[in-house]
């Protein structure tokens, strides 16, 4: 079968999702308002609140949320249990999951004045709640920045070679990110200083974003560092460095920009598969179902696949940290109420559209292709790579623009999580003024930093990169958090009833139950599988064991809340 008939269904499926159970949501569950005046234009201070209009925002909410998450996961869980696994999670989990989480982050969020989404809680729950949940969230950014940071530094490091004679430098990749930093911050200034409007910005510098690309291997960027492990380390203490500056600093100079060329660039991405795809002919060559084959070491077809293949595949079907994102910084930038749709459902479905076409680089190849063993990050640039050749374009050039995609939706993440630690510990603590934000930020990119530098090893003595060692636990978190900001839309849900049968809170509440259950079980094996098998970082497992009686505590308060809500609070009559 051509790969192009799954992907074209898998997009006719997301599209009629946002059609039909977008608009559900919006009309009859959120009930979407725009003469409610939001809360960036009603606080519009030029730093944190900061309007935008709707395009810009949805490219950087877009870039934001997706980071490697709708690369790694869906390429990883494919790898393991064979593509069709992977694609009904993603289209299942992205229209009736994680679109409900984003959608209802964002407009729990704006309807608390741009508060987070653990302010939801604080309010209808309780104090005590709010404070594990904070914590539960600080923990859990330290380490999506743990994970992304050591993936973003493995492609500023090494070569890929083609094979007939060209070679992609780590170096000239770390170049080209570089530029792209730095064109962005000129645009940013552009449109501040230069009355610049975003269209013309745009036609301007999103085809600098490509000299960038092209510059960066004729400019390579060489540490100097003979030890590739020790090259990706101080490269991962450089991205936190930056993630330090670019989160302290005015939305307008760095995040919006690099955000709107971010979403362009994204968008290019997916065009240019979706040509590639179009016109290259490819066949489906990996097998459908892993655990099916013979040869297959993975044991029986629904386990290990229950719960690993809903905490590999986080973002581009359902990911906690959106609910941040959306509740952190978007809420502070929504221009209008009907914006959410777009921006928070749109954007989660386009997700789910960038982790169909990373399963689709995965679905051309033959099950003992070398390619597989790579690096998610380089399966991924390897498929653009082969779509680009049929315009014409040299692989390697193709093989850079995929890996500055790659890195692209990392940098939205990493300085967005950085903002977002800063948030959380300037609450918690009451600190305030730039000493507050100063020492919160510091302390958000700090604590990865001790993470990146620390080697683990596997059983033969062989060091394990930071990303392998955090992304089942990261999974795990991160899905686990999705079930806690799910149980915050449903008690805000709950808490507005308008009546005896008004049951919309059952959108977020079943599948923050899905959530609950899948992440507490990952968990729980993972502390197993280190505790008593002796696999994995010991502190990881008892941070692990931190973070399910966290979550347990929260649903507990929160359980408690709706009894005592459901009972004490009169129902007006329908």
């Not at 729990?108 to 729950?125: D, L, M, P």
């Not at 009355?195 to 400019?219: C, D, H, N, S």
């Not at 197993?528 to 979550?551: D, R």
């Amino acid at each position: 079968m051509n790969v192009l008939v799954v992907v074209v269904a898998c997009a006719g499926i997301l599209l009629a999702g946002y059609r039909f159970y977008g608009n559900f949501l919006s009309k009859k569950v959120f009930k979407l308002d725009d003469s409610r005046v939001t809360p960036a234009v009603e606080k519009n201070d030029g730093l944190d609140y900061s309007p935008a209009p709707k395009g810009m925002l949805l490219g950087q909410h877009f870039s934001a949320i997706a980071a490697a998450g709708p690369i790694t996961g869906p390429i990883l869980a494919a790898v393991m249990f064979g593509w069709a696994p992977a694609l009904l999670w993603i289209l299942v989990g992205s229209i009736f999951i994680g679109g409900v989480h984003d959608m209802g982050s964002l407009v729990a969020s704006i309807r608390n004045q741009a508060k987070s989404i653990t302010e939801v809680i604080r309010q209808h729950v309780s104090l005590r709640a709010w404070i594990l949940f904070q914590i539960f969230i600080w923990i859990t950014l330290v380490y999506v920045i743990v994970a992304f940071t050591d993936t973003t530094a493995s492609s500023f490091v090494g070569n890929i070679d083609l094979g007939n004679g060209e070679m992609v430098t780590g170096a000239g990749i770390a170049s080209s990110s570089v530029l792209y930093l730095l064109v962005s911050v000129l645009m940013g200034l552009a449109m501040k200083f230069g009355r610049l409007k975003e269209g013309l910005a745009t036609l301007i510098f999103i085809p600098l974003v490509g000299v960038a690309i092209w510059a960066g291997q004729l400019l390579p960027l060489d540490l100097g560092i003979a030890d590739p492990l020790m090259a990706q380390k101080v490269w991962g203490g450089i991205i936190l460095a930056y993630c330090l500056v670019a989160s302290a600093v005015p939305m307008w100079l760095v995040l919006q920009p690099r955000g709107a060329l971010g979403g362009w660039f994204l968008y290019i991405a997916l065009a240019v598969c979706a040509i590639g795809l179009i016109f290259g002919g490819y066949d489906i060559q990996y097998p459908a179902f892993m655990a099916l084959q013979a040869d297959s070491q993975l044991g029986s077809f629904w386990f290990p696949m229950f719960p690993v293949l809903f905490i590999t595949v986080a973002c581009g079907a359902c990911s906690g940290f959106h609910s941040l994102v959306s509740s952190g910084t978007t809420s502070k930038q929504l221009n209008k109420e009907s914006d959410a749709k777009p921006v928070a459902y749109g954007a989660m479905l386009l997700e789910a559209l960038v982790a169909v076409v990373s399963v689709a680089c995965v679905m051309i190849l033959k099950q003992n292709d070398a390619m597989i063993g790579k690096s998610p990050n380089f399966i991924y640039a390897m498929g653009i790579g082969s779509f680009v050749e049929l315009f014409g374009i040299p692989a390697s050039l193709g093989i850079s623009f995929g890996l500055m995609a790659f890195t692209t939706f990392v940098y939205d993440t990493l300085d967005v999580c950085t903002r977002l630690g800063r948030y959380i510990i300037e609450e918690l603590t009451g600190m305030k003024g730039w000493a507050g934000k100063i020492i919160s930020t510091v302390l958000t990119a700090g604590v990865p930093l001790f993470f990146i530098f620390k080697t683990s090893v596997d059983a033969a003595g062989n060091p394990i990169p930071a990303w392998k060692v955090f992304w089942s636990t990261f999974g795990a978190t991160n899905q686990l958090l999705a079930a806690l900001a799910l149980i915050g839309v449903t008690v805000w849900l709950f808490s507005i009833r308008t009546g005896k049968y008004d049951r919309k809170y059952l959108v977020s509440l079943i599948p923050a139950v899905v959530m609950f259950v899948m992440s507490n079980w990952s968990l729980i094996s993972s502390i197993y599988t280190t505790l008593m098998l002796g696999q994995g970082m010991i502190v990881v497992a008892f941070i692990s064991i931190l973070l399910v009686c966290l979550s347990v505590m929260v649903a507990v308060e929160s359980y408690i809340a709706l009894r005592h809500s459901s009972k004490a609070r009169p129902i007006p009559a329908v």
